[in-house]
């Protein structure tokens, strides 16, 4: 029997760990031809020789998704011959906790600039790559932060919302040309980026209390989301923001004030207090 991505060639920008790579895992399993992106390439070639080790060969691509010419090149390295791709997935991500009347002015910009623009450049050079292909399936993951109102995380909410909101124009104006893009939502999930909130215990199990499924987010449970936006299983659904976070979004955002340290405004700005 035929695979059900064989002859599809896909890119995932942040492929060396955690969400990124079990996603990538899934589209090898199935028969996409995988190239994963990222900045280190010794990350991406333990991920590389560990897919090996289970039977699935892929490549690597050193990735700046910060850099529009690194981004494109990553593109021409993941598609075939004829400059075609037909599955973009990224991995964007960067959060600090902060009042919003603290944030440094270039700290809020770097944290939404660092969640929206590897998501722009790789839409923008992938889906140039799938017209060629005649149309393709493009897959950001955003976050549950996105939907809320999530106190001491402006800037990373800020940009994450904006992704979502790339990803619904971008699906209205690309829908004609056959390229699909949606998003990905994930809650509270265990990878290495968010090693030092698991270590946190009153923390999680904050998060655990406002999920009706009580436990925490594996890479799986977010790669089987990316897997089915990327495949013709979901050939008909696009623009959508997909949740998977335990059923958080059915109740609140953790308040991160007694959880993490924080500086109260009141000290720093009434107090002369440190930021």
């Excluded at 560990?50 to 699935?56: I, P």
């Excluded at 999930?189 to 090693?195: E, G, K, L």
Aim: proline content about 4%; overall charge negative; aromatic content about 6%.
């Amino acid at each position: 029997m035929t695979a059900p991505l064989a002859g599809r060639r896909a890119i995932v920008v942040g492929g060396g760990s955690g969400l990124g790579l079990a996603g990538a895992r899934l589209l090898a399993r199935d028969g996409a031809t995988v190239t994963l992106a990222g900045r280190t390439a010794a990350t991406l070639e333990a991920a590389r020789e560990g897919l090996a080790g289970e039977g699935l060969e892929v490549g690597t691509v050193v990735c700046d998704a910060m850099d529009a010419g690194s981004v494109r090149a990553a593109v021409a390295a993941a598609a075939d011959d004829e400059g075609a791709l037909h599955i973009a997935v990224v991995v964007p991500g960067t959060a600090r906790t902060s009042s919003v009347l603290l944030y440094g002015d270039d700290d809020f910009s770097a944290d939404v600039d660092g969640n929206v623009r590897p998501v722009f450049l790789l839409l923008k050079y992938a889906g140039q790559a799938m017209l060629r292909a005649g149309g393709g399936s493009f897959v950001a993951i955003s976050s549950t932060a996105a939907a809320f109102s999530a106190r001491y995380l402006a800037g990373y909410s800020a940009g994450k919302a904006a992704v979502d909101q790339l990803v619904r124009v971008a699906a209205d104006e690309l829908g004609r040309y056959g390229v699909r893009v949606n998003s990905v939502r994930p809650g509270m999930t265990r990878t290495p980026s968010t090693a030092r909130s698991f270590a946190n215990e009153p923390l999680m199990a904050a998060f655990l209390a406002e999920q009706p499924i009580a436990r925490h987010g594996e890479p799986d449970d977010v790669a089987a989301a990316i897997r089915y936006f990327a495949g013709p299983e979901s050939s008909w659904t696009t623009g959508q923001l997909l949740a998977v976070d335990g059923g958080n979004t059915l109740r609140s955002f953790v308040d991160y004030e007694g959880l993490v340290p924080l500086a109260d405004p009141r000290d720093v700005i009434l107090g002369g207090g440190p930021a």
